[in-house]
């Protein structure tokens, strides 16, 4: 893979830039990303960093509308929000470039704080809340499983937040502490990819964004998830067509050395038709009709989660207990050489892939810096290359672990 060339500047106000001159593409991206996410929230007061989302999009003090002048300008733009990041990034052609800092530097400055900004956009996500986490099949399984792993740690809840009801309540004078918290350019990220002056990229930032003063990051005290001596499980009914068993298996953060063999291993035990899982037990056994394993790759200690849909007439324990014995398999016999290669080789594919485009080089860069250092995102391959089948296997014992299991069997009404 090439190298990818990044400059890192930071700007007084403690803002950090960075910029990768590619000439592949006229289309540039702008990517910005702030340190807060769901786990940044008071429990009291969840869905706020997704509610943001929402409202940076709704106006600020001097620009009442941020989609028209960056439709004119033949931009695009859109946003995300995890449990650690909120993350937003535009496109637009090289030339007309200036106008993504007007835009993202005058929000940055000051939102258009109004009752009815805020309500149109509670509106919006409460009625996000209804579509995809409670009218839709299976929508719910993260408000449940979540916090079966997670007892203390803030990723209990999701980012929609724990209640809808926190939404609902909340006032003006909440989302203005929560903006001047977190929106600030000392807890930002700004990278741009594409075909420009790195000169000028850091006179437009010393322009746009270097008035803004920088502010405290007030966040809360976060509380860290004990570990985990003994297996947990819960059963819910729902209106859905088949049963479904989700288990998670806590790992370290993403940060971590081990982060990569994990990865690997989740990789070999259920992604894609190749992968054990799918071939024992949905090609060989049938006991499910679709089967995965992943992980969640989060800031602070995430998991591995295992999720499949039961085919009709499998019974739950007998699916349950043949998940455990391709584990225990696993856990037990060494990992081929040739098997490991072949996730390797999708990794690598799916790196080079994400490189081409500006906006996932932008959006790598900043998240790389986020989790420490920019230059390490030209390391990642090599990360991956570096894992051998004696580690993975040696993961496999430590992770895969009865004791660190939680597991939400999600069942049909009439099961």
């Not at 409202?55 to 449990?83: R, W």
């Not at 209640?163 to 990220?189: C, G, K, M, W």
């Not at 067509?241 to 690997?264: G, Q, T, V, W």
């Amino acid at each position: 893979m090439t190298m990818i060339q990044i400059e890192k500047h930071q700007l007084s106000n403690g803002m950090i830039v960075l910029i990768n001159r590619n000439v592949s593409s006229p289309i540039t991206a702008m990517n910005i990303l702030y340190g807060v996410g769901a786990r940044d929230e008071h429990p009291e007061k969840t869905g706020f960093a997704h509610l943001f989302e929402h409202l940076m999009f709704g106006g600020s003090v001097n620009i009442p509308s941020y989609d028209e002048p960056l439709q004119k300008a033949s931009g695009e733009n859109n946003a995300f929000t995890t449990n650690d990041i909120t993350n937003y990034y535009l496109t637009l052609p090289v030339q007309n470039l200036e106008t993504g800092f007007w835009l993202e530097s005058d929000r940055m400055f000051g939102l258009d704080f109004s009752e009815r900004n805020l309500n149109v956009q509670k509106h919006v996500v409460i009625e996000e809340f209804k579509q995809r986490y409670l009218n839709q099949p299976y929508g719910d399984i993260w408000l449940h499983l979540r916090p079966l792993a997670y007892e203390h740690h803030p990723y209990q809840w999701a980012t929609i937040g724990k209640d809808i009801s926190h939404i609902e309540q909340a006032t003006l004078d909440d989302v203005r502490s929560f903006f001047y918290s977190f929106y600030v350019p000392n807890n930002a990220i700004m990278s741009i990819s594409g075909p420009v002056d790195p000169d000028q990229i850091l006179r437009w930032s010393e322009k746009w964004f270097g008035p803004v003063h920088s502010r405290k990051v007030q966040r809360p005290k976060r509380i860290s998830e004990p570990t985990q001596t003994e297996r947990r499980e819960l059963t819910v009914y729902k209106d859905v067509p088949y049963n479904s068993i989700h288990m998670a298996f806590h790992m370290p953060e993403r940060s971590d050395k081990k982060y990569h063999a994990i990865d690997l291993l989740s990789d070999l035990l259920g992604n894609g038709f190749s992968s054990r899982l799918y071939q024992r037990l949905v090609k060989n056994k049938k006991y499910f009709g679709e089967i995965s394993a992943y992980v969640t790759g989060n800031l602070d200690p995430g998991l591995l989660v295992i999720s499949g849909k039961l085919l009709d007439g499998i019974s739950v324990p007998v699916a349950q207990q043949a998940i455990m014995n391709e584990i225990n398999q696993f856990k037990t016999e060494p990992v081929k050489n040739n098997e490991l290669e072949k996730v390797k080789n999708k990794v690598e594919t799916s790196m080079v892939f994400s490189e081409i485009s500006n906006l996932h080089r932008a959006m790598n860069m900043a998240y790389f810096e986020f989790l420490g250092d920019v230059r390490t995102m030209n390391l990642e391959l090599d990360h991956y290359r570096a894992v051998r089948p004696t580690e993975i296997q040696s993961l496999s014992q430590d992770i895969l672990s009865e004791s660190n299991t939680s597991t939400l069997l999600y069942l049909a009404n009439n099961a």
